[in-house]
């Protein structure tokens, strides 16, 4: 029996000299006011002083003392330091950037306190100062423990009080010595560089520069899934493995999306059915909305936890002619709302400004932003990332566009996203368009799912090759009830578990005949050594893929067709014979992350053998031979794909720990629940 526990962050707890409050100052200060007032011949200068981050006063005062040789008792003095310390903060305490904003938004769901070496007195009387404490539910100073940090004393304690397990905890430091505490606690912890710089601080889990790079969103990264076989031994065959299990999967995130965008650019109402409503395709639904699109959602669960979500979207055509909005439009990471909206934002009626989270804004759209440039569209994009400003194509309006259309040319390489986009706005240019690819198209079925979707709605593309694209002007989206089929490259992860564990696993709703690209991942996995049954007909269309009797054998692939696999298959590479290459996926380093780079690194902590190349990847594999491989904590970069690949390695590593579960909700919210089925 598999176990999958996700395990929650339920409650954030600060340090607060450094972390709330920049006090470092005031606190030298006030030592070396005691010093000179009761004549100790003593002086604390600042660099001497960062030695002692992280401890209460009477702990940095009898360190002091000893080493001067002064014969006094540290507890008198370092009251009358605090007191001072005290009289002093009264006139100057102000929260350092983020703090109160963070602690307001935190507490909405998360429980908080504080956790300080500082005297009780300080502490109370510093977060009364900030106005933070109506927030915490208690705070812990250093006159409530016997040992100091880096001592996990007053983080344990904290835990205790909370009555939460240590992984349910999240600390905010900015002293060597408390990360080190809280690491020894088993909390996650941030370290901000407000005190020390990051070099000091690489025992932290994640540094920031500011508090103002933190939010709720940040906190659930350190969430995770623990995942446990607990009836498989090592070197021995999974003992489900004679058991068929079904599951389906949802609707297409590349067919709703692009679905989404030309239902909204045609003549009428759509109804888009069996969507897939994940947080991609909710970004591209909340774009087009502020884009003047009406949009109706019904999204309904089946009572049958096999079913995958059904529910409709009924989208109410704008003819081409989008508004403006008044506001930036913020697509989050969705690369295909980026993308596509990014062109489409041409058809408004004046300008457009399309954003999103820090990764995105590191993503290249310079080829994008040219290609319109060609065909007549004024638009911009800093850095050659986003954000994209577009202004539309408002013929009243002065310092408008002009979307001539004509020809242009597009580097095909990084992405066909940006090529998809282009097409499905070209039947709105006042000539016909006429694209060519410099060098070799990325991910050509991906682009055979826009010229279907497009084909669908009435209009059609000539396709030269993969070369040369025309789509004549004239052409209009008609209205259309459409069905989204499900997705190809969300059933790898189950193809992927029965290759590795020699389970039978059928996934249902699936066309074997999609253009999707990564369909063929099953035809990878019978090179392999792998059994599939296709399923193809009017009653019923499903895939199944049944795991080999002895062991997977290694395979040397191309994988630029289908990219969205490739970390599937790579972790199934990792319990073949021999050595897999994966070639031609150099665009997989412009992703949520480096997919490539971030592989490589996951599958070593396990054990793996891994050669990260330019463009693709070496995995020698284990066989049979398990001993080598190992559990481990899993980042997954915020990447969907990165979370749902190594559930794969947990069916046969037992304590797997996969960091940021709900990363998944990017395009398949209900996956850990699916794995529970199995």
Known sequence: MVAINLIKIKAVVFDMDGV????????????????????????????????????????????????????????????????????????????????????????????????????????????????????????????????????????????????????????????????????????????VTNTLPKEKLRQADLIVTSLENVNNETIKRFDFVEINNSKLKPNKKDPNSDKTKTISVPGS??????????????????????????????????????????????????????????????????????????????????????????????????????????????????????????????????????????FGNNKNKAGASKFLGGKCRINGAKSSQFLSALLMIAPFAEHDVEIEIVGELASKPFVDITIDVMHRFGVEVENTNYKKFKIKTGQWYDAHNYVIEGDASNTSYFFGIAAVTGRKIRVENINPKTVQGDIKFVNLLQEMGCEVLFGDNKESNFIEVEGPKNNLKAIDVDMNSMPDVVQTLAVVALFANGITRIRNVSN???????????????????????EELESGLEIKGCGEDLKRLHCAEINTYNDHRMAMCFAIAAFKIPGIKILNPSCVNKTFPEYWEKLKQL
Do not use: W
Request: aromatic letters at 8%.
């Open 588 to 610: 997989l380093r412009i992703k949520e992350t480096d997919r490539l780079h971030a592989m490589a690194t996951e599958l070593r902590k396990l054990g793996g053998d891994v």
């Open 253 to 390: 995130k590349s067919y709703t999306n692009r679905a989404l965008l030309v239902a909204a650019l045609a003549e009428g109402k759509s109804v888009i059915r069996n969507p897939l409503f994940s947080d991609d395709t909710k970004y591209m639904i909340d774009a087009l909305k502020q884009l003047g699109v009406k949009i109706v959602v019904n999204n309904i669960k089946k009572k049958n936890t096999n079913a995958a979500k059904e529910g409709s979207i009924t989208v109410y055509g704008t003819s081409g002619k989008l508004k403006a909005p008044k506001k930036e439009i913020f697509v989050g990471n969705a690369g295909t709302a980026m993308r596509f909206l990014s062109a489409a934002s041409t058809l408004a009626d004046g300008k457009v400004v399309l954003t999103g989270e820090p990764r995105m804004l590191e993503r290249p759209i310079d080829d994008l932003v040219d290609a319109l440039k060609q065909l007549g569209v004024k638009a911009s994009a800093k850095n050659n990332c986003p954000p994209v400003t577009v």
């Open 20 to 191: 709330l409050i920049d006090s470092e100052k005031y606190h030298l200060q006030a030592y070396n006011d005691i010093f000179e007032e009761l004549n100790l011949g003593m002086y604390l200068s600042r660099e001497d002083f960062k030695r002692f981050f992280g401890r209460g006063a009477k702990q940095i005062i009898f360190q002091l003392f000893k080493e001067n040789k002064i014969k006094e008792d540290p507890v008198k003095y370092a009251t009358l330091k605090d007191k001072r310390f005290r009289e002093i903060i009264k006139k100057y305490a102000k929260p350092l950037p983020g703090v109160v904003e963070l602690i307001k938004s935190l507490s909405k769901e998360y429980r908080l306190c504080v956790a300080s070496s500082a005297a009780y007195e300080n502490v109370k009387l510093i977060t009364k100062l900030l106005k933070v404490d109506k927030y915490l539910e208690f705070f812990i100073s250093g006159d409530d423990v016997k040992d100091t940090k880096p001592s996990p004393e007053i983080y344990l304690k904290a835990a205790k009080k909370l009555k939460l397990n240590a992984s349910e905890c999240v600390v905010i430091e900015d002293a060597n010595l408390g990360v080190q505490a809280a690491k020894s606690a088993g909390m996650k912890c941030i370290a």
